[in-house]
């Protein structure tokens, strides 16, 4: 029987979502925590891919990780990537500074006194009602161990528009807008189990040291939200002047949008490009007097994917992938 289509992508007979566009992600696959939503996100996105006449392959590595692998690792020479698992569920945001070294730090202590504090305090009082301090200390390391576990493995966020849809977005977005011509010179990955700690990229690196170690890591990660979209390169990226000069003709002011490269002074952005000599964090922030900073993400206000931001990213790495920055 033939497919009918709602306005949501939906099929009546079936009841698939259908991915005709790189956006349809956020509606298809809204969630990509299970081994089954993983599955079947990577299906319908290796068939939308195929379609436009793409190599892709799933290439299996460490805990169970399943890298989505596009184009030839081999010989390119740009690596974009992005991250598709889908973080846990938090109480509270996950407040990234990346170039605000004491707030940065400061948010580190308040997470782990949220972790520590409550779990002592449970043990400590079941260790003086059973008149058994052991016993606490036990109950202490149980909770503390579970509280890790949630933030790693919990329940899912069912809003991740930013972390990391927009991300997954973007990459799709830009493979299927870049010239035939020039997609020898890219290989697009999208990374599992980022959320758990960066465990597919570092499988990834590990089964590829050769290429990666002279390749450009593009890594997009939480580039839905924010004016001000920023490239954070490595410290080893940052002595290379060369590959430095071609990332500094990318800045600029795209209407309401600005693209920076933070190649001098602190700057930490913890995602996957860190497992990459040549790795470079890309991803969009906003501004208060404190500096910049991102927000919402692993809560339940996790909701905004601004297009505008998708495609400002996809013309300036176009720009960089096809050679058309100044040497």
């Known amino acids: 029987a033939p497919s009918v289509r709602t306005d949501r992508g939906r099929c009546f007979f079936t009841g698939r979502c259908s991915m005709t566009t790189p956006m349809d992600v956020a509606k298809c696959h809204p969630v990509r925590k299970s081994r089954q939503q993983k599955e079947a ?78 779990a002592a305090a449970i043990g400590a009082v079941a260790g003086w009602l059973l008149h058994f301090p052991r016993m606490g200390y036990y109950l202490f390391s149980i909770l503390l161990w579970a509280e890790l576990l949630l933030m790693l493995i919990g329940p899912a966020n069912p809003s991740n528009a930013n972390d990391n849809t927009s991300g997954v977005v973007t990459l799709l977005t830009l493979a299927g807008s870049l010239p035939p011509e020039n997609r020898k010179d890219v290989c697009f990955v999208l990374f599992d189990l980022e959320e758990a700690g960066l465990i597919g990229s570092s499988s990834y690196q590990s089964k590829h040291k050769k290429e990666t170690a002279h390749q450009l890591v593009l890594n997009l990660d939480c580039v839905g939200e924010g004016d001000e979209i920023y490239l954070f390169p490595t410290g080893k990226l940052k002595k290379n002047p060369k590959i430095l000069l071609s990332l500094e003709h990318l800045q600029g002011n795209f209407g309401q949008k600005s693209v920076t490269l933070r190649s001098k002074g602190f ?26 900073y ?34």
């Open 267 to 292: 700057s930490i952005y913890p995602s996957d490009q860190m497992n990459f000599p040549y790795g470079v964090g890309i991803c969009a922030l906003n501004r208060c007097k404190a500096g910049l």
């Open 41 to 118: 996100f990577r299906r319908d996105v290796t068939s939308w891919l195929e379609h436009l006449g793409y190599e892709v392959h799933t290439e299996k590595g460490s805990f169970g990780s399943r890298n989505l692998v596009i184009g030839n690792p081999q010989s390119s020479k740009f690596l974009v990537t992005a991250h598709y698992d889908t973080c846990a569920r938090l109480p509270f945001p996950n407040l990234i500074t990346p170039c605000n070294f004491w707030l940065f730090l400061l948010y580190q202590i308040f997470v782990c006194a949220v972790l520590l504090l409550p």
């Open 294 to 327: 991102l927000s919402r993400i692993h809560t339940p206000r996790d909701t905004l994917l601004d297009e505008t931001n998708v495609n400002t990213l996809c013309a300036v790495l176009r720009k960089l992938i096809c050679g058309c920055t100044a040497q």
